[in-house]
Structures are given as structure tokens and as C-alpha cells.
């Protein structure tokens, strides 16, 4: 009996992100008739990919125990950066590259402070998210960088086959992702570290190096995303990506990855970022206040923790 109970609580535990997902979708169907519409839900999907994409990175980070408040950050200083390089007319794969650099160093950056320096994740990427804001801020003076080629706008604004760009990408970071995680000895030893760092160091694993490279990927998909935010905007804003890391926080945590690590997935991780753009969709279909849909998409978060919190007590 006890068997079947846990086996029970297994596949709930499993599914429930996919029920929360198809029980919003369903009530926001009620609500609006402009939900379903096709136009709609492709602009759903195109607001999400940009929140999935750093999300994934957020996903091996909070899997090995950890946690990334730079992300935002990054996102603005990678998009703002590729932006004024496009502008001051060099190529765009070196703009891009710059962006996508910038992005590994600041998630290195993270790596080095946690693993060298023994900075709590919470400090080490809370420092960095704020010092990487100055920098944009001193990078852009301020103001938003406008007015990049039609050839770059594709990144973020273009259709292939019918689907937006950032969509394509999302679901090609997403199937990488789930090869690593899954497939490799990188993503084991992720799962590891997460389960029990002092175990995985003991078992041989490298743990300072796996860390270095979790916040190096999330660094990097976070920079990923400010140029696909970028080009989809035509502009570069210094105050982009203002608690994006909370949102990437929230579709983990929606998605049933565990805020102690060693437990979750990455379709889970992309169930929560669903629900959290049609829970933003559906509220401004509605009409409702963005202060409201604050408090609504703060009491989603803080249920999906404390539905986490018991789930662990009786595991």
C-alpha cells in the first residue's frame, strides 16, 4: 500500500505543472474569446521564449542548489552592448559574439566568486546583477540604442515556417538542454551536485568545475536572450530585463524543480514559463491592472513554493 501511495504522489508530483498549465489555458478560454486566437498564442509564444530561454540556464542552477539574481542584468548589458556595436557599424556575428561573451563572462564571473571566493550564490550574483546595471547604464548613458538592420530584427521579429524566430530557438535550446541533463555525465553530475554537494565531491566529481560551468551556461543564455530582446524591440533599453530573474526563478519553480536542488526537469522548466506568460496574457486580455497582476503572479509563486516545501516534508 505504501508502495502504491508513493508511486501515486510520484506521477502528481510529475503532472501537476502540466494540470496547472491546462486548468489556467482552460479558464482563460472562459474568460476571453481572444485567448485561443491563433495570432494570440503566437504572440504568447514569443513573449515566453525570451523568459524560457534564460530560464533553462536558471534550471541548472537551482539544480545544483544554487541560485542566479544577475540574469536581468546580463540580459540588458549583452543586448545593450550587441546593440551599440551594430550601430557603430560593425558585423553582426562580431556584435553578437560580443553579446554572447559578455554573457560567459558575467556567469563565469559567478562561478569564480561561489567556487573560489565561497560567496553565497545570493551574494555573489546579487553583486553582480547590480554592478553589471552600472555598467549598462554607463555603457548607454542612459538612453536606448535604436535603429539596427532589417537582418538582425529577423533574429526577434522574423517567422520561419510559419513560427516565430525566438520560438524556433527556444525549442532548440530547450532539446539541448534536455540532451545534457539528461543523456551526458555533465548533466548527472549537475543532479549530483544539487542531491549532495559534499557526496559528489567525495565520489570524485569535480564540483568547483561543474558550478563554473552551470553559471557559465546560465550567463550565456541569459546574454542569448538580451539580443534576441534586442532585435525584437529594434532597441536596447538600459532598464531592460528588470526582474526577469524572478520570472525565470518562477517558471522553475512552477515547473517542479525543487529551490534545494537535486530534483527537476526541463519540460517542467517549460511549463512554468508557459504558465507564467499565459497567466500574463490572459490578465492583460482581461484588463486587468499590471499592480494587480503582480500580486497574482506573486501568490502563483509563492503557492508553487510552499506546494514544493510540503512535497519535500513528505517525501
Do not use: W
Amino acid at each position: 500500500m505504501a508502495l502504491k501511495d508513493s508511486a501515486q504522489s510520484n506521477i502528481i508530483r510529475k503532472m501537476g505543472p502540466l494540470l496547472g498549465l491546462v486548468l489556467l489555458s482552460g479558464a482563460m478560454a472562459l474568460l476571453s474569446d481572444r485567448f485561443l486566437d491563433v495570432n494570440n498564442l503566437l504572440n504568447v509564444a514569443r513573449q515566453v521564449s525570451i523568459n524560457a530561454i534564460i530560464s533553462v540556464g536558471m534550471t541548472m542552477v537551482i539544480l545544483t542548489g544554487g541560485i542566479d539574481l544577475s540574469v536581468g542584468s546580463t540580459v540588458a548589458l549583452a543586448g545593450s552592448v550587441t546593440a551599440g556595436l551594430l550601430t557603430a557599424g560593425q558585423g553582426m556575428s562580431t556584435a553578437i559574439l560580443a553579446g554572447l561573451v559578455i554573457g560567459v563572462v558575467l556567469g563565469c564571473f559567478n562561478g569564480f566568486l561561489i567556487t573560489r571566493a565561497n560567496v553565497p550564490p545570493f551574494i555573489a550574483t546579487l553583486g553582480t546583477m547590480t554592478a553589471a546595471r552600472g555598467f549598462t547604464l554607463v555603457y548607454t548613458d542612459g538612453r536606448p540604442i535604436t535603429g539596427m538592420d532589417d537582418a538582425f530584427r529577423f533574429l526577434g521579429g522574423g517567422y520561419i515556417a510559419g513560427i516565430p524566430v525566438p520560438v524556433v530557438l527556444m525549442i532548440i535550446v530547450f532539446a539541448a538542454a534536455y540532451v545534457v541533463l539528461r543523456q551526458t555525465k555533465f548533466g548527472r553530475y549537475v543532479y549530483a551536485i544539487g542531491g549532495n554537494e559534499e557526496a559528489a565531491r567525495l565520489s570524485g566529481i569535480h564540483t568547483k568545475k561543474i558550478l563554473l560551468s552551470v553559471y557559465s551556461i546560465a550567463g550565456l543564455l541569459a546574454g542569448f536572450s538580451g539580443i534576441i530582446m534586442a532585435s525584437r524591440l529594434n532597441s536596447a533599453q538600459p532598464t531592460a530585463g528588470v526582474s526577469f530573474e524572478l520570472d525565470a526563478i518562477a517558471a522553475v519553480v512552477l515547473g517542479g524543480t525543487s529551490l534545494s536542488g537535486g530534483m527537476g526537469t526541463i519540460g517542467g522548466t517549460l511549463i512554468g514559463a508557459l504558465i507564467i506568460g499565459i497567466l500574463d496574457n490572459g490578465l492583460n486580455l482581461l484588463n486587468v491592472s499590471s499592480f494587480y497582476q503582480q500580486v497574482a503572479k506573486g501568490a502563483v509563486i509563492l503557492l508553487a513554493v510552499i506546494v514544493d516545501n510540503r512535497r519535500k516534508k513528505g517525501a
